[in-house]
């Protein structure tokens, strides 16, 4: 089941005040207007005697409400918002450009406007992006087995210093390290909520993480001290699959993830993985929920410590952990992510459903 809503004076309060951490988990229907909107829609605010709160969107069709043409509760907040979606197809125009603010400002789009509403979005500005963009065509420039020099070309990097640390910052390593005749080889990875790498053996899959999150250089180094090896560069076939795998996902065509996974960890911390992986597409829980599924209801923290110590995101769904009272936890991948993955999945739910029917 879904979580349980928090009473009606938690939920409007957080109507109020705009709360992100309740975007996608409750929807508001106005009896006054006929509408249901996100929590953080920016339309005045109804009384509270004319709001009805629910968790699903399919709860507020139900009901006989239709969607705010303000907050578009049907869409992803980002593909809404027109400015967005005007750069991101300029960008995927023009991937290797090395944008400044000057091209933002041509485009006749106001900076501090766009800066917010990336970072709200995406967690990074639109600069960051471009620059992770450019990297990305260096990086699979090295998984073809070209030069570094070829790599910073790609990139559209003037200095070769300045791409070297570039690429230590993002994955830890320089881009010299990265050979294809590694046992395990890292994958660059596409997808509409920011790109991911994946690291992957002939046999199983190590990694997969969201490029930008903060801890993967920490874990690459960590999974090249579990296999006594470095970590090279090159599609694998389980980082092969991932990625086909990853595509029916994001286009909410399919829940199955059946790529062959490589976990380590202690026996405790694979008993809350296998947790999660039972847990529906489309439902969520609290780490008090995963305690008492594994037989330890007082180990909540230690749940905790389990969800966040995973390294393969989605196939091994830690987004779908919540706050016991419905609110979004912390997420590695940022909390607009876990939204729109949790958005993405009660869409497949709903699918599903309707395909039975």
């Known amino acids: 089941m879904l979580f349980d809503l928090p009473d009606q004076p938690t939920l409007y309060a957080a109507l109020l005040a705009r709360d992100e951490r309740y975007d996608g988990q409750a929807f508001v229907c106005v009896s006054s207007t006929g509408v249901f909107c996100r929590l953080t829609c920016p339309a005045r605010k109804p009384k509270a005697e004319n709001c009805t709160f629910y968790p699903t969107i399919g ?20 593909s809404a918002d027109p400015t967005i979606g005007a750069l991101l197809h300029a960008l995927d125009e023009r991937p290797d450009l090395r944008w400044s603010e ?8 106001d900076l501090s406007t766009v800066r917010r509403s990336f970072k709200r979005q995406f967690g990074m500005t639109f600069l960051e992006m471009a620059r992770q963009r450019r990297i990305r065509e260096g990086f699979e420039t090295l998984a073809i087995g070209g030069k ?31 050979r294809t005749d590694r046992l395990l080889r890292a994958t660059w990875i596409p997808t509409p909520l920011g790109d991911m790498i994946a690291v992957g053996s002939r046999q ?3 990694l997969l993480e969201f490029v930008d999150r903060k801890s993967l ?19 694998t076939p389980p980082a092969e699959q991932a990625a086909g795998e990853l595509i029916a996902y994001f286009a909410a065509q399919s829940n199955r993830f059946e790529t062959p996974l490589a976990l380590s960890g202690s026996a405790f911390t694979r008993q809350v993985w296998d947790a999660l992986r039972e847990i529906p597409a489309g439902e969520t829980r609290s780490y008090s929920d995963i305690a008492r599924r594994i037989g ?6 230690a749940v905790a410590r389990a969800n966040g110590a995973n390294q393969i995101a989605l196939m091994i769904p830690c987004h779908r952990v ?30 599903g459903q309707e395909t039975i029917r």
């Not at 009901?63 to 303000?70: I, M, Q, T």
């Not at 979004?328 to 699918?351: A, C, H, S, V």
């Open 322 to 351: 919540i706050g016991a009272d419905g609110a979004l936890t912390g997420y590695g991948g940022g909390l607009w992510r876990k939204q729109r993955l949790i958005e993405i999945e009660r869409q497949l739910k709903t699918i």
């Open 59 to 78: 709860d507020c069709i139900e009901a006989g409400f239709r969607a705010c043409k303000r907050c578009h509760p049907l869409q992803a907040a980002a």
């Open 296 to 301: 330890r209801p007082s180990a909540t923290r």
């Open 217 to 235: 250089p920490s874990e690459l180094k960590r999974l090249q001290a579990g296999t006594q090896g470095p970590i090279g560069v090159g599609v």
């Open 148 to 178: 570094v020099i070829a790599a910073q070309h790609e990139a559209s990097f003037e200095s070769s210093s300045a791409f070297r640390a570039a690429f230590a910052r993002l994955l830890g390593c320089a881009p010299g390290d990265l």
């Open 102 to 109: 000057q091209h933002i400002e041509q485009f006749g789009y």
């Open 204 to 206: 199983h899959l190590h």
